[in-house]
């Protein structure tokens, strides 16, 4: 049975009707919103997208700095019941038109910053209608009618929001897998408020004095629970910060705002704790929260003695909106992804599909939940070989400990997490072989000191050409969003194949290690 629900409300005007309205929901470079403002600006926004036609369950795509607008734009769109789309703001503009094509969104919405790619990627999308620049300039598109911030939020503002239900979607996520084609995560409004009264409130124990401040940024999963759901269903704030993560300017913010929840990801901590800060510019952080990859004990343990707070790793993912096994305070088995979250069921699983029901044996994660997705847009088999029944089939190899905690092995495809985010090596062979040098390509995830992965590209050149490292590093970066190159290329005679032809990758990452 569905029930009226719009998670947009629920995040905003829910708070100003129970009295929390005159405090501070978001902080950012030009100053803070109060819930009451946060609210009056969605609704303008929503008036916006409204006026340009948007309907129901029509897709708005964002791809934006973490900043007023894209929080707005994301909440404004799932306001009028729309489907808010955010999208990683690395992709280059060709990248971006696969996913405003697949998604066959009606309106982009974007940073002045990303006007280049904002603006390649609307010239190739038939469905989209509307492109929307921040800043004072409204580029030309062919085809499209384009406009900036001030003119969009310049409507009759909505003050009511869309009647959608529970079960209507509301965001969708793209993910890469083993394709190299990115898969859209559906989700629905019952997702976000089920995350945020679950790992939000039961493991964070989020409270409206909490302050969130997150290296990853709102268009991840991880991103968007830290900074828009957590905060907001709490009544807390969030500092949005446009910049990329970097310590210096992380902990200066923490300073500014007294934050007290601090996210980042392995690829973060290893940094900050390299930078050597002084411990008293932590003093008002109660935990440091990871995700994206396993986080290193040797990690979890500097961080607390350097600086004097405790990082709760978990691990969740794009599908299942957020964290759905995670470390708790004052209980972390370091090492280790912790333990399921309230309101999740997990399950280790043999290949030949029964479940493992005791500790030491490794097995493959299933997690079943409300937050799941419905499934990836228009990818059914795709869909059937992960999401069987209520269970979700993770990819992920764990095993679970005599203290009931749950420990990641590794993955049981090819697909790397580089910095806690998806690389496909199927996407970036495909750019290898474009290189006029490159007979074959095959690229594999190699771990770094810490254990974490990075991609390397083994290479037969073709006949009479060698492979240069940088050259082709270089060639990786004009073509894919930069985070997906290899960090080396390593140039052999041969692959490793099976008898029928198969490469053998292990042989490549035992090799690679050497
Ligand atoms: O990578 C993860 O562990 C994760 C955590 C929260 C939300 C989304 C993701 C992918």
């Known amino acids: ?5 719009n998670a947009a409300s629920y995040l905003t005007e829910r708070r100003v009707s129970e009295g929390d309205g005159r405090r501070i929901a978001l902080r950012h470079p030009r100053g803070s919103h109060t819930y009451e403002q946060l609210t009056a600006e969605v609704q303008r926004v929503a008036g916006g997208l409204r006026a340009l036609g948007v309907r129901p369950e029509e897709r708005v795509m964002l791809c934006m700095t973490d900043d007023v607008e894209l929080a707005t734009g994301i909440l404004a769109a799932m306001y009028v019941g729309a489907v808010a789309v955010p999208t990683s703001t690395m992709l280059t503009g060709g990248e971006l038109a696969k996913l405003v094509v697949d998604s066959r969104a009606r309106v982009l919405l974007g940073s002045r910053e990303f006007a280049a790619s904002v603006t390649a990627a609307a010239a190739d999308a038939p469905d989209l209608g509307h492109l929307v620049l921040t800043g004072d300039t409204a580029p030309d598109v062919p085809g499209v009618r384009t406009l900036t911030w001030d003119q969009l939020r310049d409507a009759a503002p909505v003050e009511r929001a ?53 290296a990853a940024k709102l268009f991840f999963a991880y991103g968007i629970g830290n900074s828009l759901f957590f905060p907001l269903a709490a009544g807390a704030s969030a500092v949005l910060e446009p910049s990329r993560p970097n310590p210096k300017l992380y902990t200066d913010r923490i300073a500014e705002h007294g934050v007290t929840l601090f996210f980042g990801g392995p690829s973060f901590w290893g940094p900050l704790m390299a930078a050597d800060f002084p411990r008293e510019a932590f ?30 790793d978990g691990i969740g993912s794009t599908e299942a909106l957020h964290i759905f096994i995670s470390n708790v305070a004052g209980k972390v088995v370091p090492g280790s992804s912790g333990f399921p979250v309230p309101g999740y069921r997990v399950e280790l699983r043999r290949p030949d599909g029964s479940v493992i029901d005791g500790p030491g044996e490794p097995g493959m994660l299933f997690v079943a939940g409300e937050s799941i997705c419905t499934g990836y847009w228009c990818r059914t088999a795709v869909n059937r070989a992960v999401f069987q029944g209520e269970w ?37 062979e495909t750019r290898l072989l474009e290189h006029p040098d490159v007979a074959e390509a095959v690229v594999v995830g190699v771990p770094d000191d810490d254990g974490l992965d990075k991609p390397v590209a083994y290479i037969v050149p073709r006949p009479g050409r060698h492979v240069d490292e940088a050259d082709v590093i270089a060639f990786c970066r004009a073509g894919m969003a930069a985070f997906k190159r290899p960090r080396r290329v390593i140039e052999i005679d041969e692959l490793p194949k ?5 490469i053998q990758r292990f042989r490549l990452r035992a090799l690679a290690a050497q």
């Open 392 to 428: 979700m089939r993770t990819g992920d190899q764990y095993v679970l400990g005599e203290d009931g905690s749950y420990t990641c092995l590794g993955r049981a495809d090819d697909v790397l997490k580089v910095g806690g985010i998806w690389v496909s090596p199927a996407e970036v």
């Open 162 to 214: 869309y009647d959608t239900w529970d079960e209507s979607p509301a965001l969708w996520l793209y993910t890469s897998g083993t394709t190299g084609t990115p898969k859209g995560a559906m989700h629905r409004h019952t997702d976000i408020r089920f995350v945020a009264e679950t790992y939000g409130a039961r493991v964070l124990g989020l409270r409206p004095d909490d302050v969130c401040l997150s």
């Open 1 to 5: 049975m569905t029930e009226p629900f």
């Open 498 to 502: 099976t008898g029928t032809g198969k």
């Open 283 to 312: 003093a008002t952080v109660r935990n440091g929260i990871s995700a994206g990859e396993a986080l290193p004990a040797r990690m979890y343990h500097g961080v607390l003695e350097q600086y004097g707070f405790e990082i709760l």
